[in-house]
């Protein structure tokens, strides 16, 4: 079956920098993605990667191993608003996305 | 502003009603999408469609219809309400059926059936 895994929450410290994992296991793969959503808003999109290797964009910066199954997203120099949920999503091969059910990130003063 | 509108923002509704949740994009986007999100589950993709005048069925698709008649709206039925699809409904589009550039999404319909 297709499933995604990665952790219920995680906390970390305004300033500070933090990495959320993420497994997948799909039929066939097409991307990844991430996406934040605050508490009662929609998800908005943040990275894709494609090709194994680190993309970086500002605070943020993600990660693919393609032949392990694996991405992060690391964010650095962490401030409040950073606080929220953090979605992984693959791709399969038929273009659907296989959404995680989100890392509840809490930043602590 | 470009985006995503979605109607109602939130809605009660009695069991065995009838609704329609409505979305309107005004980017131009090819593909468009219904997840609903429940509490510790990931996005559920209900329907989805590539282009205007195609649909297609996602992972939940029971007790639900979809229709595309143009390229900007894709409204989603629920023929019959059952306490089950309670739930945040979200819409979402993307430029083609494979997801280029991302997705974006509507701010949701939280629809509570009782």
């Known amino acids: 079956g297709q499933n995604i895994d990665q952790p219920t929450e995680m906390t970390a410290t305004e300033g500070a920098i933090v990495q959320i994992n993420c497994t997948y296991q799909?039929?066939?793969?097409?991307?990844l993605f991430w996406y934040q959503q605050h508490a009662g808003e929609a998800p908005t999109f943040l990275s894709y990667n494609v090709l194994d290797g680190l993309e970086e964009k500002g605070r943020f910066s993600s990660f693919l191993s393609r032949s392990k199954g694996y991405s992060y997203l690391l964010l650095k120099e962490l401030q409040m608003k950073d606080s929220a949920s953090y979605l992984c999503a693959a791709m399969d091969s038929n273009y659907q996305l296989i959404w995680g059910a989100g890392t509840k990130l809490i930043i602590k003063p | 502003i470009a985006g995503i509108t979605q109607a109602p923002t939130s809605q009660i509704l009695a069991a065995g009603r009838r609704m329609t949740l409505r979305c309107t994009q005004d980017m131009r986007h090819n593909a468009m999408y219904w997840y609903r999100q429940d509490l510790g589950l990931g996005l559920r993709l209900i329907h989805y469609?590539?282009?205007?005048?195609?649909?297609g069925k996602g992972e939940v698709p029971d007790g639900y219809s979809v229709s595309r008649a143009n390229t900007d709206d894709f409204p989603l039925t629920l023929a019959s309400a059952v306490p089950s699809q309670t739930s945040v409904y979200f819409c979402?589009?993307?430029?083609?059926?494979?997801?280029?550039?991302?997705?974006?999404f509507g701010s949701g319909t939280r629809l509570t059936v009782v």
């Open positions: 979402a589009s993307s430029i083609d059926g494979q997801g280029a550039g991302g997705y974006t």
């Open positions: 799909t039929s066939g793969f097409n991307g």
């Open positions: 469609s590539n282009t205007a005048g195609t649909t």
